[in-house]
Structure formats: C-alpha cells, structure tokens
C-alpha cells in the first residue's frame, strides 16, 4: 500500500500503511551517530518516546523541527526522551548536532537498512528520504499519537506532540 504526497512542489508516494493511535509501535533497528546499531525498544525501554522524523536536517524546515524538538526537551524529565529519524548518514547527524548544539536529543538513521520507514510508513519512494512526520510512543511502547504530513515543506503538529508526552508523563505519576 501506498499513498500519494508533495515534496514542495514535488509529487511524491510514500510506502506502506499509517499507524494509528492505539496501534503497538514497531520495534526498529538503526545506526546511531558512532554507526553502533540501535535498537528502539531496548535503548528507549520506559520512557514516553517522542519520534520526530525528518527528510533531511540539512534542510531549513528540518532544522526547525529539530530545534523546536530541541528547545521542548531542555524541559523534559528524564522520562521522555525526543529522537529524531532521518535517512541522513550519522556522519551528517553527528555534524547538525554538534554545529547546532542539539544535545537533548538523539539522532539516528534509517539510510541503512530503512526498518524504521518500512514499519512506520515513512519512506519516499522516489527519492529515499522519510517523509515529515511525529509519533509519540508511550512507555509500553503504544501509539498515542500521530501526525503524517502530506506536504514535506510544511511543519508538523509539534506542541500537540509535546502536549501529548507531557500529559502521559502526568498520567503516570
């Protein structure tokens, strides 16, 4: 399955089918920075997980994205932790986090094996980039919520994802 986007002015598909709110977020291996492998239920294993995927941080949207992430996270407890997923190399994600001083976050990339976009739904076919997109994943690693964008250059619903990991934190007090 598949479904149609934009890429600016760009048309473009994107594979597979949406999560929804409810659904068992997938595990997913990746490359971290040190291109060490990651796993996401074993390095995020109880925490409220907030994923923020991105086409490319060396774009100015991406960045934004990352750096409102970023700020968001300056302010988080120890219990959620923000990672961003993008099909850039870890040699790219390590330079973005260093020059733009992005140390709350993690960083890793699905260029590698694409296991994160084929079990998100994420991946732009034409040009192998994630398409922009939010997921916040609580502790027992459930969706509760979701934003696919349809237009690429536009930004996501951020504050309602970080309004959605704050609320899950609350609730498990």
């Known amino acids: 399955m598949s479904r149609k986007g934009k890429f600016g002015t760009v048309d473009i598909t994107v594979k597979g089918s949406k999560l929804k709110v409810g659904d068992m977020a997938p595990n997913f291996k990746a490359d971290n920075m040190d291109l060490s492998p990651y796993d996401f239920y074993e390095a995020e294993e109880g925490k409220i997980k907030i994923l923020s995927v991105v086409p490319s941080l060396d774009t100015d949207v991406c960045e934004l994205q990352t750096k409102l992430f970023q700020r968001a996270a300056e302010n988080f407890s120890d219990n959620i932790v923000v990672v961003t997923i993008s099909n850039d190399l870890p040699f790219a994600q390590s330079r973005f986090k260093r ?30 980039l994630q398409n922009r997109s939010v997921f916040v994943v609580d502790k027992d690693n459930t969706v509760k919520f979701v934003n696919y964008l349809d237009q690429n250059t536009d930004l996501p619903e951020y504050s309602e994802a970080i309004d959605a990991a704050i609320s899950l934190e609350k609730e498990q007090e």
């Open 99 to 128: 020059v733009k001083k992005a140390d709350n976050i993690k960083f890793v990339s699905d260029y590698n094996t694409r296991d994160f976009s084929e079990k998100y739904a994420t991946l732009i076919e034409e040009l192998k």
